[in-house]
Structure formats: structure tokens, C-alpha cells
């Protein structure tokens, strides 16, 4: 018992990327696995897992926010999916030097400025 990683859920607790990436890193650390994870073979795990979370929308049209139809199985296994693709890009960020929260922000305040907000609805615009 005792690792660091391992921690009981808790729903109240925010958690930051920062955490993410030092449980992640001590992950891998702890099984010698930080000789595979190069920043080419993250990011093909990456792609990997985008892929297994597309495969869970493939067939199912448009859904609904909150996904109201939804099992609870489906959206445990949604949420696991979404999980492996945070992670995976959590740990691309910090072996290639990135700090993924900043850039995050930066890319915000890019496209902020990018398409600036007007008195227009999207629908009222492309009437115009």
C-alpha cells in the first residue's frame, strides 16, 4: 500500500495537472517504464486511445449533453477513455518541456483574439 498514486477517490477535490503529471511520472518511474515513453511513442499512444474513444461515438449519431441515454456502464467506460487520452497527453507535455496548463491558457487567449465576441448570434451572422 502507501504509493503515492494511489489515492481513494474524492469528488470534492479539485485536481491539477500538475498532480496528474507527478503521479504519472511516478508511475512510470517505479516500473522502469520512462525508457519507452519518448515523446514519438506517447503521442502514438495518444493517437491509440483518441481512436478507442471515437470508437464509443461511431455509431451513435448526435448525442445529447449529459448523454440523458446513456448506461452507467457506457459513461464509466466514456469516462475511462477520456481518462487515457488526458493522461497520455499530460505525460507528451512533460517529456517535451511543455507546460500543457499554460499553453491551455495562451491557446485561449489566442483564439479569444482571433475570433473576438460580437453582438451576433452564430445563426444571425450567416443570414447577413
Not at 511520472?25 to 486511445?49: C, I, K, T
Not at 456502464?73 to 481518462?83: F, P, Q, Y
Request: hydrophobic residues 40%; aromatic residues 8%.
Amino acid at each position: 500500500m502507501g504509493s503515492s498514486y494511489e489515492f481513494s477517490r474524492n469528488e470534492n477535490k479539485d485536481v491539477s495537472l500538475q498532480e496528474l503529471r507527478d503521479r504519472l511520472a511516478e508511475f512510470a518511474r517505479v516500473r522502469d517504464w520512462e525508457q519507452y515513453h519518448s515523446p514519438r511513442n506517447l503521442l502514438l499512444a495518444l493517437v491509440g486511445e483518441v481512436g478507442e474513444l471515437s470508437e464509443i461515438f461511431q455509431w451513435k449519431g448526435e448525442v445529447a449533453r449529459g448523454l440523458p441515454n446513456w448506461s452507467s456502464d457506457d459513461k464509466e467506460h466514456l469516462g475511462e477513455e477520456l481518462s487515457d487520452v488526458l493522461l497520455y497527453l499530460i505525460q507528451l507535455a512533460d517529456v517535451c518541456g511543455l507546460d500543457l496548463g499554460q499553453a491551455a491558457l495562451s491557446k485561449i487567449v489566442k483564439n479569444a483574439r482571433k475570433y473576438p465576441v460580437t453582438n451576433q448570434t452564430p445563426a444571425a451572422a450567416s443570414t447577413n
